[in-house]
């Protein structure tokens, strides 16, 4: 069992930047592949928008992001980033991350992920 708490979402105008962490606590940290998933306003949630194997040695990002998000962990504190660059007003969802119990795989699947936080929202104006 492990759980995850977000942080870090808020207001930013379009072309800005946003830092999101998920700090977990439970089991190994280092046992579990990550991702950051998000829901829009009136939409079903997004498949992955970033994910990151157990090591950091893989990554996969949604066609969305790529270029503009960068994933990364740190196994020391037990925590994962998202660092949201050129923000546009179509990112403005709230952002979940999750923990899958298949480490070596960033998968863009969310069946592959067994824990979820609670979502932090982020809000982009035009």
């Known amino acids: 069992q492990v759980q995850l708490v977000e942080s870090g979402g808020g207001l930013v105008q379009a072309g800005g930047s946003l830092r999101l962490s998920c700090e977990t606590s439970g089991r190994t940290f280092s046992s579990y592949a990550m991702g950051w998933f998000r829901q829009g306003p009136g939409k079903e949630r997004e498949f992955v928008v970033a994910a990151i194997n157990w090591n950091g040695g893989n990554t996969y990002y949604a066609d969305s992001v790529k270029g503009r998000f960068t994933i990364s962990r740190d196994n020391a504190k037990n925590t994962v980033y998202l660092q949201m660059n050129s923000l546009k007003p179509e990112d403005t969802a709230v952002y979940y991350c999750?923990?899958?119990?298949?480490?070596?795989?960033?998968?863009?699947?969310?069946?592959?992920?067994?824990?979820w936080g609670q979502g932090t929202q982020v809000t982009v104006s035009s």
């Open positions: 999750a923990a899958g119990s298949n480490r070596y795989r960033s998968s863009w699947r969310a069946n592959d992920y067994d824990f």
